[in-house]
Protein backbone atom coordinates (compact mmCIF):
# COMPACT_ATOMS: atom_id res chain seq x y z
CA UNK A 1 0.00 0.00 0.00
CA UNK A 2 1.87 3.28 -1.44
CA UNK A 3 -1.07 5.81 0.51
CA UNK A 4 -3.85 5.33 2.51
CA UNK A 5 -6.37 6.31 0.96
CA UNK A 6 -8.55 8.50 2.49
CA UNK A 7 -5.55 10.25 4.81
CA UNK A 8 -4.33 13.55 4.25
CA UNK A 9 -1.42 12.63 2.18
CA UNK A 10 -3.99 10.53 -0.28
CA UNK A 11 -6.10 13.30 -0.31
CA UNK A 12 -3.09 15.81 -1.83
CA UNK A 13 -1.79 12.61 -3.61
CA UNK A 14 -5.55 12.34 -5.76
CA UNK A 15 -5.37 16.17 -6.10
CA UNK A 16 -1.84 16.16 -7.70
CA UNK A 17 -2.90 12.89 -9.71
CA UNK A 18 -6.10 14.37 -11.36
CA UNK A 19 -3.75 17.51 -12.09
CA UNK A 20 -1.21 15.67 -13.43
CA UNK A 21 1.72 17.19 -11.47
CA UNK A 22 3.65 16.50 -8.32
CA UNK A 23 3.72 19.62 -7.30
CA UNK A 24 3.60 23.59 -8.25
CA UNK A 25 7.07 23.74 -7.52
CA UNK A 26 10.14 21.85 -7.10
CA UNK A 27 10.18 22.64 -3.26
CA UNK A 28 6.86 21.77 -3.01
CA UNK A 29 7.76 18.23 -4.54
CA UNK A 30 10.85 18.52 -2.49
CA UNK A 31 8.69 18.76 0.52
CA UNK A 32 6.12 15.86 -0.69
CA UNK A 33 8.76 13.27 -1.15
CA UNK A 34 10.07 13.68 2.54
CA UNK A 35 6.58 13.35 3.46
CA UNK A 36 6.18 10.54 2.08
CA UNK A 37 9.45 8.86 2.80
CA UNK A 38 8.76 10.25 6.26
CA UNK A 39 5.71 8.35 6.65
CA UNK A 40 7.78 5.09 5.08
CA UNK A 41 10.48 4.76 7.48
CA UNK A 42 9.46 5.62 10.64
CA UNK A 43 6.97 2.91 10.26
CA UNK A 44 9.98 0.13 10.53
CA UNK A 45 11.93 -1.09 13.45
CA UNK A 46 15.00 0.57 13.92
CA UNK A 47 17.70 -1.61 13.26
CA UNK A 48 19.68 -2.23 10.23
CA UNK A 49 18.04 -2.67 7.00
CA UNK A 50 20.07 -1.03 4.29
CA UNK A 51 24.07 -1.08 2.93
CA UNK A 52 25.80 0.68 0.57
CA UNK A 53 29.19 -0.84 -1.28
CA UNK A 54 31.13 2.66 -0.24
CA UNK A 55 34.36 2.63 1.11
CA UNK A 56 33.89 2.53 3.88
CA UNK A 57 31.06 0.48 3.94
CA UNK A 58 28.02 1.99 5.68
CA UNK A 59 24.79 0.30 6.75
CA UNK A 60 21.69 2.66 7.37
CA UNK A 61 18.95 1.80 10.38
CA UNK A 62 15.37 3.91 8.92
CA UNK A 63 16.06 6.36 11.61
CA UNK A 64 19.66 7.19 10.09
CA UNK A 65 18.07 7.11 6.59
CA UNK A 66 15.31 9.70 7.45
CA UNK A 67 18.02 11.93 8.92
CA UNK A 68 19.93 12.22 5.65
CA UNK A 69 16.53 12.95 3.87
CA UNK A 70 15.53 15.63 6.27
CA UNK A 71 19.24 17.24 5.70
CA UNK A 72 19.01 17.00 2.38
CA UNK A 73 22.55 15.29 2.42
CA UNK A 74 23.74 13.93 -0.90
CA UNK A 75 22.49 10.19 -0.07
CA UNK A 76 19.31 12.21 1.78
CA UNK A 77 19.00 13.93 -2.08
CA UNK A 78 19.40 10.78 -3.98
CA UNK A 79 16.47 9.07 -2.05
CA UNK A 80 14.65 12.09 -2.70
CA UNK A 81 15.26 12.37 -6.50
CA UNK A 82 14.26 8.18 -6.26
CA UNK A 83 11.04 9.18 -4.79
CA UNK A 84 10.30 11.75 -6.93
CA UNK A 85 10.84 9.35 -9.99
CA UNK A 86 9.06 6.70 -7.66
CA UNK A 87 5.71 9.15 -7.80
CA UNK A 88 5.66 9.72 -11.30
CA UNK A 89 6.03 5.82 -12.18
CA UNK A 90 2.68 5.84 -9.41
CA UNK A 91 0.82 8.55 -11.28
CA UNK A 92 1.68 6.56 -14.68
CA UNK A 93 -0.09 3.65 -13.14
CA UNK A 94 -2.79 4.79 -12.00
CA UNK A 95 -3.31 6.92 -15.56
CA UNK A 96 -3.25 3.96 -17.18
CA UNK A 97 -5.87 2.32 -14.71
CA UNK B 1 44.28 -10.85 -27.10
CA UNK B 2 42.05 -11.70 -23.75
CA UNK B 3 40.55 -15.34 -24.04
CA UNK B 4 36.85 -14.51 -25.48
CA UNK B 5 35.34 -18.19 -23.44
CA UNK B 6 37.07 -16.96 -20.16
CA UNK B 7 35.76 -14.95 -17.41
CA UNK B 8 36.95 -14.01 -14.27
CA UNK B 9 34.14 -13.62 -11.24
CA UNK B 10 35.71 -11.45 -8.03
CA UNK B 11 33.30 -12.76 -5.16
CA UNK B 12 34.51 -11.44 -1.77
CA UNK B 13 32.16 -11.81 1.15
CA UNK B 14 33.38 -9.64 3.99
CA UNK B 15 31.53 -6.26 5.33
CA UNK B 16 28.31 -7.01 3.41
CA UNK B 17 29.48 -8.52 0.05
CA UNK B 18 28.10 -11.80 0.55
CA UNK B 19 24.82 -10.33 -0.33
CA UNK B 20 26.21 -9.46 -3.89
CA UNK B 21 27.94 -12.55 -4.49
CA UNK B 22 25.73 -15.43 -2.96
CA UNK B 23 23.40 -14.38 -5.95
CA UNK B 24 26.04 -14.02 -8.82
CA UNK B 25 27.18 -17.43 -7.99
CA UNK B 26 23.58 -18.30 -7.85
CA UNK B 27 23.44 -16.80 -11.54
CA UNK B 28 26.45 -18.54 -12.72
CA UNK B 29 24.67 -21.77 -11.90
CA UNK B 30 22.08 -21.12 -13.97
CA UNK B 31 22.99 -19.19 -16.55
CA UNK B 32 27.36 -19.84 -16.92
CA UNK B 33 28.97 -20.02 -20.32
CA UNK B 34 32.43 -20.90 -21.04
CA UNK B 35 35.17 -21.08 -18.63
CA UNK B 36 34.46 -19.11 -15.51
CA UNK B 37 37.30 -18.23 -12.86
CA UNK B 38 35.69 -17.41 -9.41
CA UNK B 39 37.77 -16.37 -6.62
CA UNK B 40 35.52 -16.39 -3.34
CA UNK B 41 35.69 -14.64 -0.01
CA UNK B 42 40.08 -14.35 1.02
CA UNK B 43 40.51 -15.84 -2.38
CA UNK B 44 39.10 -12.67 -3.73
CA UNK B 45 42.55 -10.48 -3.13
CA UNK B 46 44.95 -8.63 -5.14
CA UNK B 47 47.60 -10.65 -5.58
CA UNK B 48 45.11 -13.85 -6.41
CA UNK B 49 43.25 -11.50 -8.87
CA UNK B 50 46.87 -10.38 -10.59
CA UNK B 51 47.19 -13.86 -10.83
CA UNK B 52 44.13 -15.42 -12.63
CA UNK B 53 44.24 -12.73 -14.82
CA UNK B 54 47.64 -13.24 -15.74
CA UNK B 55 47.13 -16.94 -16.30
CA UNK B 56 43.86 -17.15 -17.39
CA UNK B 57 43.48 -14.00 -19.57
CA UNK B 58 39.75 -13.17 -19.53
CA UNK B 59 38.26 -11.32 -21.88
CA UNK B 60 35.06 -10.52 -19.05
CA UNK B 61 35.56 -9.35 -15.38
CA UNK B 62 32.86 -9.16 -13.20
CA UNK B 63 33.76 -8.14 -9.57
CA UNK B 64 32.06 -7.14 -6.46
CA UNK B 65 33.29 -4.78 -3.85
CA UNK B 66 33.12 -1.31 -2.05
CA UNK B 67 34.33 1.25 -3.74
CA UNK B 68 34.69 5.48 -4.59
CA UNK B 69 34.88 7.39 -7.54
CA UNK B 70 38.63 6.49 -7.84
CA UNK B 71 38.80 2.91 -6.15
CA UNK B 72 38.21 -0.20 -6.27
CA UNK B 73 38.06 -2.29 -3.44
CA UNK B 74 37.48 -6.32 -3.05
CA UNK B 75 38.26 -8.42 0.32
CA UNK B 76 38.48 -6.63 3.72
CA UNK B 77 38.40 -3.88 1.31
CA UNK B 78 41.70 -4.07 0.38
CA UNK B 79 42.52 -1.69 -3.07
CA UNK B 80 42.79 -3.42 -5.90
CA UNK B 81 42.19 -0.80 -8.97
CA UNK B 82 42.55 3.10 -8.63
CA UNK B 83 42.82 5.45 -10.92
CA UNK B 84 46.30 6.16 -12.15
CA UNK B 85 47.69 3.00 -10.97
CA UNK B 86 49.59 1.23 -13.00
CA UNK B 87 46.95 -2.10 -12.45
CA UNK B 88 44.69 0.04 -14.77
CA UNK B 89 46.62 -1.88 -17.75
CA UNK B 90 46.02 -5.11 -16.79
CA UNK B 91 41.49 -4.30 -17.44
CA UNK B 92 43.34 -3.61 -21.13
CA UNK B 93 41.30 -5.30 -23.89
CA UNK B 94 38.30 -6.71 -21.56
CA UNK B 95 35.18 -5.80 -20.84
CA UNK B 96 34.61 -4.62 -17.13
CA UNK B 97 31.24 -4.81 -14.43
CA UNK B 98 32.01 -3.89 -10.93
CA UNK B 99 29.65 -3.96 -8.55
CA UNK B 100 30.46 -1.25 -6.24
CA UNK B 101 29.68 2.33 -5.13
CA UNK B 102 30.35 5.05 -7.41
CA UNK B 103 33.02 3.42 -9.85
CA UNK B 104 31.44 4.32 -12.26
CA UNK B 105 31.74 7.96 -11.49
CA UNK B 106 35.48 8.15 -12.60
CA UNK B 107 37.56 4.86 -12.47
CA UNK B 108 35.58 3.41 -15.38
CA UNK B 109 35.88 6.26 -18.06
CA UNK B 110 40.23 5.88 -16.82
CA UNK B 111 39.81 1.80 -17.27
CA UNK B 112 38.81 2.62 -20.79
CA UNK B 113 40.83 5.68 -21.23
CA UNK B 114 43.91 2.76 -20.61
CA UNK B 115 42.25 0.12 -23.03
CA UNK B 116 39.73 -1.34 -21.50
CA UNK B 117 36.73 -2.28 -24.27
CA UNK B 118 33.93 -1.35 -21.80
CA UNK B 119 32.95 -0.48 -18.31
CA UNK B 120 29.49 -1.24 -16.57
CA UNK B 121 29.37 -0.18 -12.88
CA UNK B 122 27.50 2.86 -10.51
CA UNK B 123 27.66 6.76 -10.76
CA UNK B 124 26.50 7.30 -7.02
CA UNK B 125 26.03 5.25 -3.59
CA UNK B 126 24.28 1.83 -4.49
CA UNK B 127 22.03 0.48 -1.83
CA UNK B 128 21.02 -3.47 -1.06
CA UNK B 129 18.35 -4.43 1.39
CA UNK B 130 20.13 -6.72 4.76
CA UNK B 131 17.30 -7.16 6.91
CA UNK B 132 17.04 -10.68 5.51
CA UNK B 133 20.18 -13.00 5.45
CA UNK B 134 22.35 -13.28 2.18
CA UNK B 135 20.37 -15.57 -0.40
CA UNK B 136 17.23 -16.20 1.81
CA UNK B 137 14.73 -14.67 0.26
CA UNK B 138 13.89 -12.60 -3.19
CA UNK B 139 14.32 -9.66 -1.21
CA UNK B 140 17.96 -9.82 -0.17
CA UNK B 141 18.61 -10.55 -3.59
CA UNK B 142 16.38 -8.55 -5.13
CA UNK B 143 19.10 -5.45 -6.56
CA UNK B 144 21.91 -8.10 -7.54
CA UNK B 145 19.28 -9.63 -9.47
CA UNK B 146 18.96 -7.01 -11.39
CA UNK B 147 22.56 -5.64 -11.70
CA UNK B 148 24.01 -9.13 -12.66
CA UNK B 149 21.74 -9.64 -15.15
CA UNK B 150 24.60 -7.42 -17.36
CA UNK B 151 27.06 -9.99 -16.30
CA UNK B 152 24.54 -12.47 -17.81
CA UNK B 153 23.95 -10.71 -20.90
CA UNK B 154 27.63 -10.60 -21.20
CA UNK B 155 28.11 -14.15 -20.82
CA UNK B 156 25.78 -14.89 -23.35
CA UNK B 157 27.89 -13.28 -25.92
CA UNK B 158 25.07 -9.49 -26.14
CA UNK B 159 27.11 -6.42 -26.42
CA UNK B 160 28.18 -3.95 -23.49
CA UNK B 161 25.07 -2.07 -24.32
CA UNK B 162 22.69 -4.59 -25.03
CA UNK B 163 23.88 -6.19 -21.49
CA UNK B 164 23.66 -2.37 -20.03
CA UNK B 165 19.87 -2.25 -21.53
CA UNK B 166 18.99 -5.83 -20.41
CA UNK B 167 19.90 -4.71 -16.65
CA UNK B 168 17.51 -1.51 -16.64
CA UNK B 169 14.75 -3.97 -17.85
CA UNK B 170 15.84 -6.39 -14.94
CA UNK B 171 15.49 -3.05 -12.57
CA UNK B 172 11.96 -2.71 -14.20
CA UNK B 173 10.78 -6.23 -13.56
CA UNK B 174 12.09 -6.41 -10.04
CA UNK B 175 10.24 -3.29 -9.18
CA UNK B 176 7.13 -4.47 -10.55
CA UNK B 177 7.50 -7.56 -8.65
CA UNK B 178 7.80 -5.10 -5.42
CA UNK B 179 5.08 -2.41 -6.75
CA UNK B 180 2.37 -4.32 -8.42
CA UNK B 181 3.28 -8.56 -8.48
CA UNK B 182 3.99 -11.11 -6.26
CA UNK B 183 6.05 -9.19 -3.96
CA UNK B 184 3.23 -6.32 -3.02
CA UNK B 185 2.77 -7.74 -0.17
CA UNK B 186 6.12 -7.86 1.94
CA UNK B 187 6.49 -6.11 4.51
CA UNK B 188 9.46 -3.83 3.26
CA UNK B 189 8.04 -3.67 -0.53
CA UNK B 190 7.87 -0.31 -0.41
CA UNK B 191 11.51 0.10 0.38
CA UNK B 192 12.21 -2.14 -1.43
CA UNK B 193 11.02 -0.48 -5.04
CA UNK B 194 12.80 2.46 -3.60
CA UNK B 195 16.37 1.05 -3.79
CA UNK B 196 15.81 -0.54 -6.85
CA UNK B 197 14.82 2.75 -8.21
CA UNK B 198 17.72 4.49 -7.15
CA UNK B 199 20.05 1.37 -8.09
CA UNK B 200 18.62 1.54 -11.55
CA UNK B 201 18.99 5.14 -12.03
CA UNK B 202 23.04 5.06 -10.84
CA UNK B 203 23.92 2.30 -13.54
CA UNK B 204 26.29 3.38 -16.75
CA UNK B 205 27.85 2.41 -19.09
CA UNK B 206 31.54 3.80 -20.80
CA UNK B 207 33.40 2.36 -23.67
CA UNK B 208 32.69 0.59 -26.92
CA UNK B 209 28.87 -0.10 -26.28
CA UNK B 210 29.43 -3.25 -29.71
CA UNK B 211 32.22 -4.88 -27.32
CA UNK B 212 30.90 -8.85 -26.36
CA UNK B 213 32.99 -11.70 -25.77
CA UNK B 214 31.89 -14.67 -28.52
CA UNK B 215 29.45 -16.47 -27.47
CA UNK B 216 30.89 -19.57 -26.06
CA UNK B 217 30.68 -23.57 -26.48
CA UNK B 218 28.83 -25.10 -23.47
CA UNK B 219 31.00 -27.33 -23.22
CA UNK B 220 34.70 -25.75 -22.75
CA UNK B 221 36.51 -27.29 -19.46
CA UNK B 222 38.88 -25.34 -17.31
CA UNK B 223 40.65 -29.18 -15.29
CA UNK B 224 40.53 -27.93 -11.44
CA UNK B 225 43.33 -29.08 -11.69
CA UNK B 226 45.20 -26.63 -13.42
CA UNK B 227 43.65 -23.89 -11.33
CA UNK B 228 45.23 -25.54 -8.12
CA UNK B 229 48.63 -26.45 -9.52
CA UNK B 230 49.00 -22.65 -9.89
CA UNK B 231 48.55 -22.25 -6.40
CA UNK B 232 45.67 -20.20 -5.92
CA UNK B 233 42.41 -21.58 -4.88
CA UNK B 234 39.64 -20.70 -8.12
CA UNK B 235 36.62 -22.38 -8.77
CA UNK B 236 36.79 -23.33 -12.49
CA UNK B 237 33.02 -23.56 -13.47
CA UNK B 238 32.47 -25.36 -16.61
CA UNK B 239 29.40 -25.70 -18.79
Known amino acids: MEVQRGSPLGERLQVLVEAGRLGTTALEEIQLAKIRLRELLQRMPEKPIIATLTVPPRTFTPGQLLREIELETPVGRQWIQAELQHVKRILQLARRA | ?239
Not at chain 2, 2 to 9: C, D, R, Y
Not at chain 2, 96 to 109: D, E, F, P
Open chain 2, 1 to 239: MPQSSVSLFILPRKHYLEYGSCVAKHLLRQHGRGTIIALEGDEASPESIDRAIQQYDPAFIFGIGHGKPDLYTVECTQEYLRVGSPREELMKGRIIHLNSCYTGARLGSSLVAKGALAFLGSVEPFYFYIAEPPCSSRASMTVFLAEHQAAVSILSGRSARQAHVDRLHAYEREIEHWLTGPGRDHPHAPLLTRILQIDQSIAVMRGKGEASIAPPARAAILPVQMATAIGFAAIALSW
